[in-house]
């Protein structure tokens, strides 16, 4: 017999611990205990009369259904690989193997899946996240560089079954974008592209210039979770902020509404500024844009642990050397280096295409552990 098979019943084996650790760490239990609630709701009389309330059980019931179904099938894929395992010792049969071998890979990627997301116990880690691009000092070289790290992170996106939605999109006018604002919608989002904020430099030979010089450029992302407005302590009063209207432009084609129905809201004491173009409507801009207010004004309290909104203070990131979180490298060598957790490749095209999970892992992992790269 293939002494092979032998090999992955010790490896199965040696994961089932972890495998039933899972159980706890994802609450199995409570969550089936919270489906009978749930059900429950659902089959009660007038559960369809306030649309907006049964719409939100019925998405949380989604989501917890999806979690016990995944947990399950990775018990029933351990069972099934198992049974391979024995199988194949019984009859001495090694035309099983590569479907073992196939099964373990992907029982293992799938734990791996579930661990990360046990990691994910942030008060906003579940919801929906608002990305924000900016480009860097540099005119079309940053501009260029602020459009690939937009379509970087919406490939990402798309590739993990998250949704976006463009609320503004300032195209610069010889290439690239000035900035960009996209709202990415789906459970965990915001826990796992919170690392991704910060400052983000290129280096490469810049298509650009005509010498074939290098050329170092900046871009900034900034992520915030998107919160829903149930916040007593968040009051945002007309006199709180200056609105601007301004003709809706950029991504979007025949759909963007040439009309001035986009909208820019300042905040007068903190001096954020939100923007929203992607609706018709300039009354639903501006709802939108009060949206990305107060998610911003939340989460910064928060973070920097304030009584009340009104200490906020307006502190302006700098776009610049010695800030970046992460370096792309093009030459004279291929390099994606995170500086904060020490994470690299030098597959930068793959990164560039959105393959941004080694990085987005490595992040949680640190922040579980507290092992940062010491700069």
């Not at 046990?118 to 929906?128: A, E, S």
Request: proline share 2%; net charge negative.
């Amino acid at each position: 017999m293939n002494i092979e098979f032998d090999v992955y019943k010790q490896k199965l084996n040696d994961c089932r611990p972890a495998l039933e650790g899972l159980a706890d760490s994802l609450n199995v239990e409570g969550l089936r205990n919270e489906l009978e609630r749930l059900h429950a709701m659902q089959e009660a009389p007038g559960f369809w009369d306030d649309p907006e309330k049964s719409q939100k059980i019925v998405v949380k019931t989604k989501q917890a259904e999806n979690k016990v179904e995944r947990y399950e099938n990775m018990l029933s894929a351990w069972d099934d690989l198992m049974t391979i395992c024995e199988m194949a010792a019984e009859e001495d049969d090694d035309s099983m193997l590569d479907e073992l071998k196939e099964g373990f890979e992907k029982l293992t990627s799938d734990m791996e899946s579930c661990r990360l997301e046990t990691l994910l116990t942030g008060n906003y880690d579940k919801n929906n996240a608002m990305m924000s691009f900016h480009a860097g000092a540099g005119g079309l070289e940053a501009q260029d560089w602020c459009q690939m790290l937009y379509r970087m992170y919406t490939r990402w996106a798309e590739q993990h079954g998250f949704t976006y939605k463009i609320m503004d999109y300032q195209e610069a006018d010889e290439g690239g974008i000035k900035s960009a604002d996209i709202l990415v919608e789906g459970e965990n989002a915001y826990g796992f592209l919170k690392g991704e904020n910060g400052v983000h430099r290129m280096v490469r030979v810049s298509p650009f210039d005509a010498n074939g010089r290098r050329q170092t450029s900046f871009s900034a992302i900034e992520v915030i979770p998107d919160i829903e407005d149930d916040s007593n302590d968040v009051e945002i009063r007309p006199e709180d902020y200056e609105m601007q209207v301004y003709r809706s432009s950029g991504a979007g084609g025949q759909h963007i509404n040439k009309t001035s129905s986009a909208v820019r809201l300042i905040h007068k004491a903190t001096g954020i500024v939100v923007a929203c173009q992607t609706e018709r409507s300039q009354f639903q801009n501006k709802e939108n844009c009060l949206r990305m207010l107060r998610s911003k004004l939340v989460e910064i309290k928060e973070r920097e642990h304030l009584d009340k909104i009104s200490d906020i203070k307006g502190v302006q990131q700098k776009i610049e050397w010695g800030s970046q979180i992460r370096n792309y490298v093009f030459m004279p060598y291929t390099l994606v280096k995170d500086t904060r957790t020490g994470c690299e490749t030098s597959n930068i095209n793959a990164v560039i295409d959105g393959a941004l999970d080694p990085f987005i892992e490595s992040y949680l992992n640190c922040l579980a552990t507290g092992n940062w790269v010491q700069k």
